[in-house]
């Protein structure tokens, strides 16, 4: 294969003057740079910093492989402080901060409401435009009588439970007595 193309051809003989283990070399310290200054590591930044086509990183599995392992970890901060931060726990942090902030907001809405109603009864009650006095009193014997609903309706609901069983046990003594002529008087 033959190509007339100047910068071709240029590539191909650099590509024959270098030795292999070079650009090995220079793989690897760029990899030990991005890892040390917490930049990007990808085929196309590493191979870009080393100063070699992409072609040879896919054709170097084991070079291909610690590029990956890097880009997979979290990067590091400058001056080897531990792991920055990533985007996707600032994405976590922010999705936690909102649900936080929703809380927040729907407990502050109850608050005013019940601040607005203890003091529109204090207003109601300093106006002398407010109900009776009795209020209490009659707050109870509601909740008397709202009791006393709840206490009869169990009970009729006891009553038609035992109708419902009376009736039940109706039905099948008649049809025992019907099964046997000879019972009948």
């Not at 930049?39 to 492989?65: C, K, M, N, P």
């Not at 046990?169 to 019907?178: D, H, I, P, V, Y």
Request: proline content about 4%; hydrophobic content about 35%; cysteine-free.
């Amino acid at each position: 294969m033959t190509s007339t193309d100047p910068a071709v051809q240029a590539m191909l003989e650099g590509r024959r003057a270098e030795p292999a283990g070079r650009r090995r070399q220079r793989v690897l310290a760029a990899l030990d740079e991005a890892a040390k200054d917490g930049s990007e590591a990808s085929v196309a930044a590493i191979a870009r910093r080393a100063g070699v086509d992409r072609t040879f990183l896919y054709r170097h599995r084991d070079l291909l492989g610690q590029i990956r392992a890097q880009a997979a970890e979290p990067p590091t901060v400058p001056g080897g402080r531990g792991p920055a931060v990533s985007r996707a726990s600032l994405q976590a942090d922010l999705v936690s901060a909102d649900a936080r902030t929703a809380r927040l907001a729907a407990q502050v809405r109850r608050l005013e409401g019940r601040l607005s109603e203890v003091l529109g009864e204090q207003v109601w009650r300093e106006s002398g435009i407010g109900g009776p006095d009795d209020t209490e009193q009659l707050q109870a014997r509601i909740t008397s009588l709202e009791q006393q609903v709840v206490d009869l309706e169990l009970k009729l609901q006891d009553q038609g439970d035992e109708l419902n069983a009376s009736r039940a046990t109706n039905r099948e003594l008649m049809a025992q007595l019907n099964r046997d002529p000879n019972r009948r008087h």
